[in-house]
Every structure is written in structure tokens, then in C-alpha cells.
């Protein structure tokens, strides 16, 4: 292995996958918005926020599944439960393969060995009832849990690691039946966020990320079309109600940074090139 990535060079390599990702969209019909910290990146700062290693677009269910139906490209690898056995995520990547490789994440996402990545989102149909959304996604959580848990047992085993380290992987490994439970809740999460027929509510949602922050429920009249947007010199798309998921995903004044102390990676991962 050569040079590890700094942030700029996995926001580089990222802008290279999220870039194809565009043109086959734009030349197949298929909707895309760039979301979470990406989409507030191209508002805020017309580009990657700077200390961001990370790149997050999402689709509207039947714009996500036509993309995995579909999708190809002569650079990158598309990864999703639907079309890769190696990979345990409820909702997609496009990976670089070639170039770059991840030595280490926190929450490791499939056995095989990848580098730079874009995650893809499914936005499902939830209920116009504000109280079953919640439910739904309490269900979530309660299932991300022992899903996030069994993802650690596919941690590098090393002998140069702590005593720790090793017994723990160990544990997990038990515990987990080799990691091989991750499966079994991926799919469990997936069944729970899509509940509602698509197109049969007002609402639409993220339900497929076990995350506290990305409880976000919005009205289907944010997505009826898509804009383009100024990111690192080119137009890329985002949903016509960008400003309203900003404001229900960072709160009123997501256009100030926050302080210094809290402008750093988030994600954990160390990305070599090869």
C-alpha cells in the first residue's frame, strides 16, 4: 500500500464516484438529491464541508430500485443486499475498487476488501401519522442495535492488536455466529421501512439508517422535482425542497458552522491507496 487519504483525498475520490453516479442518472431517467452533510455542503459552501469524508445521496424507492436494477460502470462497483451476498447494508454503496482500499471502519459493511465509497439511500412512504412513524422507527433503532453490534465482528483480526481488541472481536464473533447475524437484521430493517406501499402516503422518510439524527419526516411536496446545484464546480441535483430537509435534518441556522472543536471527520476510516 502507498499514501493514506487525508480528508481532501477522499472528498477527491468521491466527487469522482458521485460524479459518474450523476451521468448515468441524468442519461437513465433516475432521480437523485444529494443529502445530509453533502446537500448542506453545496448550500453552505458550495462544495465538500471542509473537514466532511463523506458523500450521501438518496433516491425515492422506485428511482433506488430502478438504479440497482441498472446500474453500470467500467470504475466503480455497486454494492447493495439486493445484488451483492457479500455486503450487509439496508441501503447502497458505490465503491471504488481499484484504486484506493479501507484498512479500518468502525462499522465495517462487507467481507470484501473496498475503498472509497458513496452511500446511496432508499426514501421510503411512512404513515401520515406522525405516532406510527415514530413506532416505525423506534423498530429501527431497537433493531440497530444488535445489527451495528454484529457489523464489529468483521473487524480485522491482527496479532500485533491488544489483548483487548482480540478478546472482544472474539466475543463478537460468538455472539454474532461470525457476523453472520448482521445479515439477518439487515434485512430486518429493511422489511420494517417499508411498510407503506410507496406513493400510498403524504410522507416520505429515511428509515433504514439506525441513527438517532436521521429521525426526518417530510412532506411528499419536497420531492416533486429536482434543482441543480453548485458542488466543487459542477451542477449536481437536489431535491426542490433542499431548504426544508436542511432545516428539519440541522435545525434553523445550519448555514453557521459549528465551533472549531467540533469540525472533524466523523466516519472513522483509514483509506490507502494502493
Avoid at 64 to 81: E, G, H, N, R, V
Avoid at 91 to 100: F, I, K, N, Q, S
Avoid at 234 to 250: S, V
Amino acid at each position: 500500500m502507498n499514501r493514506q487519504l487525508s480528508v481532501r483525498d477522499i472528498q477527491e475520490e468521491s466527487l469522482k464516484i458521485l460524479l459518474d453516479v450523476h451521468d448515468f442518472c441524468m442519461s437513465n431517467g433516475i432521480r437523485y438529491s444529494m443529502s445530509g452533510g453533502t446537500l448542506l455542503g453545496a448550500v453552505r459552501h458550495k462544495g465538500f464541508i471542509p473537514w466532511d469524508d463523506d458523500v450521501d445521496i438518496f433516491m425515492l424507492r422506485p428511482d433506488y430500485d430502478k438504479f440497482l436494477a441498472t446500474y453500470s460502470s467500467q470504475k466503480y462497483k455497486l454494492m447493495s443486499m439486493e445484488t451483492d451476498k457479500d455486503y450487509f447494508l439496508p441501503y447502497a454503496h458505490v465503491v471504488d475498487m481499484e484504486r484506493t482500499v479501507m484498512t479500518y471502519n468502525y462499522y465495517p459493511f462487507s467481507k470484501q476488501d473496498c475503498g472509497v465509497k458513496i452511500d446511496i439511500f432508499p426514501i421510503e412512504s411512512v404513515s401520515d401519522n406522525a405516532e406510527d412513524y415514530d413506532r416505525q422507527f423506534e423498530r429501527c433503532l431497537a433493531l440497530g442495535k444488535p445489527f451495528l453490534y454484529a457489523r464489529k465482528a468483521y473487524w480485522k483480526f491482527s496479532w500485533s492488536k491488544s489483548p483487548k481488541y482480540k478478546v472482544q472481536l472474539l466475543l463478537k464473533k460468538i455472539k454474532t455466529f461470525n457476523g453472520r447475524s448482521a445479515y439477518y437484521y439487515c434485512h430486518k430493517i429493511d422489511e420494517n421501512a417499508r411498510q407503506w406501499s410507496f406513493g400510498s402516503t403524504s410522507y416520505y422518510g429515511l428509515v433504514c439508517l439506525p441513527l438517532a439524527r436521521t429521525k426526518q419526516r417530510f412532506h411528499k411536496e419536497n420531492f416533486t422535482h429536482t434543482v441543480l446545484l453548485d458542488f466543487e464546480g459542477h451542477k449536481l441535483c437536489a431535491m426542490n425542497g433542499y431548504e426544508n430537509l436542511l432545516q428539519i435534518a440541522f435545525g434553523p441556522d445550519y448555514m453557521t458552522p459549528p465551533p472549531p472543536e467540533q469540525q472533524k471527520p466523523v466516519h472513522g476510516m483509514e483509506l490507502f491507496y494502493k
